[in-house]
């Protein structure tokens, strides 16, 4: 027979209060905490949002020689524009309604503004024209769940919806509408490519363009044709028709692209017609290889060398709440306001499209001088002020000590300021050692604290 250890009832009851109040704690701990465990969730959005603006690109810059391929395509195109309803009345609604992540409320708005309300309707007739357009492999008209419980789309993904995976849905019913419209038009598109065009530069007429741009600048094309066989009739942007303008042989358009991504240009001569591309990049901040590592230090200037090629070449800055800035010829003079880590943006157009952390220290032995009311150094009979050597720095504090020589008793006071009492002038009529210590400043930011070294003076009396 097993051996047992028989208890108190009185401490069986004690257990299970033990137990009951601890559950409550980690439920209490749970329910506190709420918000922090779909942290990871809330940037899910933001990646499918860009592979999303890749699947666009690719989809608007097919060439569909059947119009109803293109209208299936525009089609696609404008249920994405309906789409983003949702997205922006939930923006709206999470600046009303959401303080934080512990105050999440998504299920209530994916309740009553998505499955109850118009934008639910918005979503149904969306995902019912996808999947009537199309086979319907990805926009199937019932979805069925783990229960095996079939349901329309509206219903199968806002039904009880978890926090922080509204905007994630949102984009990805679009990525089903692009990657199905993808599957069926990719084919018909990558045949009349290959068939039908040539390329742009391998034309015998002369033609100017630039196959890089940053988003904001304007794509220009010039073709110089003098037989009138290779005379430019149209010219499109992924599909889209552009303005052109004719004189004397030379034919120009003039487009700025949207977005980022790359751009199919077909050109349609009076004989024949050509293609060729060109890609929006993003602008980058990117520091070219140092001498040496980049150390900043508050209120230090530092020249940094920045890879030219890869920002734009008017339009352009370089931004810092907490440092000074100024570029030139790829050349980045950087200096501190604030210790610590800061944000360096790089702007175009006034739109901040990059950014790096870097960081600075506070500098090293900071020193202290008397000066008199003009702030210029003076002896301790004519001071009016402790004051930092290095500008970027104020002092908020000292204490004064003065050891007299005769070994009389030791003077001291604390300041809770920069300014100086009458007792210097009596202490600097004798003769002895006067010390300043305990010396706090302030960076000029009015963030950062520091101390300085004690600044320690004869005086002759």
Same mark, same amino acid.
């Given at each position: 027979?097993?051996?047992?250890?028989?208890?108190?009832?009185?401490?069986?009851?004690?257990?299970?209060?033990?137990?009951?109040?601890y559950l409550v704690f980690i439920l209490f701990l749970?329910?506190?905490?709420?918000?922090?465990?779909?942290?990871?969730?809330?940037?899910?959005?933001?990646?499918?949002?860009?592979?999303?603006?890749?699947?666009?690109?690719?989809?608007?810059?097919?060439?569909?020689?059947?119009?109803?391929?293109?209208?299936?395509?525009?089609?696609?195109?404008?249920?994405?524009?309906s789409l983003e309803q949702i997205g922006d009345r939930?923006?709206?609604?999470?600046?009303?309604?959401?303080?934080?992540?512990?105050?999440?409320?998504?299920?209530?708005?994916?309740?009553?503004?998505?499955?109850?309300?118009?934008?639910?309707?918005?979503?149904?007739?969306?995902?019912?024209?996808?999947?009537?357009?199309?086979?319907?492999?990805?926009?199937?008209?019932?979805?069925?769940?783990?229960?095996?419980?079939?349901?329309?789309?509206?219903?199968?993904?806002?039904?009880?919806?978890?926090?922080?995976?509204?905007?994630?849905?949102?984009?990805?019913?679009?990525?089903?509408?692009?990657?199905?419209?993808?599957?069926?038009?990719?084919?018909?598109?990558?045949?009349?490519?290959?068939?039908?065009?040539?390329?742009?530069?391998?034309?015998?007429?002369?033609?100017?363009?630039?196959?890089?741009?940053?988003?904001?600048?304007?794509?220009?094309?010039?073709?110089?044709?003098?037989?009138?066989?290779?005379?430019?009739?149209?010219?499109?942007?992924?599909?889209?028709?552009?303005?052109?303008?004719?004189?004397?042989?030379?034919?120009?358009?003039?487009?700025?692209?949207?977005?980022?991504?790359?751009?199919?240009?077909?050109?349609?001569?009076?004989?024949?017609?050509?293609?060729?591309?060109?890609?929006?990049?993003?602008?980058?901040?990117?520091?070219?290889?140092?001498?040496?590592?980049?150390?900043?230090?508050?209120?230090?200037?530092?020249?940094?060398?920045?890879?030219?090629?890869?920002?734009? @070449?008017?339009?352009?800055?370089?931004?810092? %709440? #907490? $440092?000074?800035?100024?570029? =030139?010829? *790829?050349? /980045?003079? +950087? !200096?501190?306001?604030?210790?610590?880590?800061?944000?360096?943006?790089?702007?175009?157009?006034?739109?901040?499209?990059?950014?790096?952390?870097?960081?600075?220290?506070?500098?090293?032995?900071?020193?202290?001088?008397?000066?008199?009311?003009?702030?210029?150094?003076?002896?301790?009979?004519?001071?009016?002020?402790?004051?930092?050597?290095?500008?970027?720095?104020?002092?908020?504090?000292?204490?004064?000590?003065?050891?007299?020589?005769?070994?009389?008793?030791?003077?001291?006071?604390? @300041?809770?300021?920069?300014?100086?009492?009458? %007792? #210097? $002038?009596?202490?600097?009529? =004798?003769? *002895?050692? /006067?010390? +300043? !210590?305990?010396?706090?400043?302030l960076s000029s930011n009015g963030v950062t604290k520091?101390?300085?070294?004690?600044?320690?003076?004869?005086?002759?009396?």
């Amino acid at each position: 027979m097993a051996n047992t250890t028989k208890i108190k009832k009185s401490k069986y009851l004690s257990y299970q209060k033990q137990g009951f109040l601890y559950l409550v704690f980690i439920l209490f701990l749970f329910f506190s905490q709420a918000g922090e465990y779909v942290m990871h969730y809330t940037s899910l959005a933001k990646t499918q949002k860009a592979l999303n603006t890749y699947l666009e690109g690719r989809l608007s810059s097919l060439i569909l020689e059947d119009v109803s391929d293109d209208e299936y395509r525009n089609e696609v195109l404008s249920r994405l524009t309906s789409l983003e309803q949702i997205g922006d009345r939930f923006d709206l609604y999470e600046t009303q309604n959401i303080a934080g992540l512990d105050q999440y409320r998504e299920n209530r708005f994916a309740e009553r503004q998505v499955r109850r309300g118009e934008l639910g309707d918005i979503f149904n007739a969306t995902w019912n024209q996808q999947q009537v357009q199309s086979n319907g492999r990805w926009t199937p008209s019932l979805l069925t769940d783990y229960d095996g419980i079939e349901s329309n789309a509206t219903d199968f993904f806002f039904k009880e919806t978890p926090n922080a995976v509204v905007p994630s849905l949102v984009e990805h019913a679009k990525t089903s509408f692009l990657v199905e419209a993808l599957e069926e038009l990719n084919k018909q598109a990558l045949v009349f490519e290959k068939y039908n065009l040539e390329l742009l530069e391998d034309a015998e007429f002369a033609s100017v363009f630039k196959k890089r741009l940053f988003l904001g600048e304007d794509f220009k094309l010039t073709i110089n044709s003098d037989d009138r066989k290779d005379s430019v009739e149209a010219i499109s942007i992924n599909s889209k028709p552009q303005k052109i303008a004719t004189q004397e042989g030379k034919t120009t358009a003039v487009y700025r692209p949207q977005s980022w991504g790359k751009y199919f240009v077909e050109i349609q001569t009076s004989s024949q017609r050509f293609y060729t591309s060109f890609e929006v990049v993003r602008p980058r901040l990117r520091f070219v290889a140092q001498e040496e590592l980049i150390d900043l230090t508050l209120g230090q200037q530092q020249n940094i060398s920045i890879d030219d090629k890869v920002i734009p @070449s008017e339009g352009f800055s370089f931004e810092s %709440d #907490f $440092a000074e800035v100024n570029y =030139k010829n *790829g050349n /980045l003079q +950087i !200096k501190p306001t604030t210790v610590g880590e800061f944000t360096l943006r790089l702007k175009v157009n006034g739109q901040a499209l990059d950014s790096v952390r870097l960081g600075s220290r506070v500098p090293e032995m900071l020193k202290v001088t008397l000066a008199d009311a003009m702030g210029k150094n003076c002896a301790p009979s004519d001071a009016h002020r402790v004051q930092s050597v290095n500008p970027n720095f104020q002092v908020l504090s000292y204490t004064a000590v003065f050891y007299p020589k005769d070994g009389s008793e030791t003077k001291i006071y604390k @300041s809770l300021s920069r300014l100086i009492r009458p %007792d #210097f $002038a009596l202490w600097s009529a =004798k003769e *002895g050692t /006067l010390v +300043i !210590k305990e010396i706090s400043l302030l960076s000029s930011n009015g963030v950062t604290k520091t101390t300085a070294e004690p600044l320690i003076m004869s005086t002759n009396g």
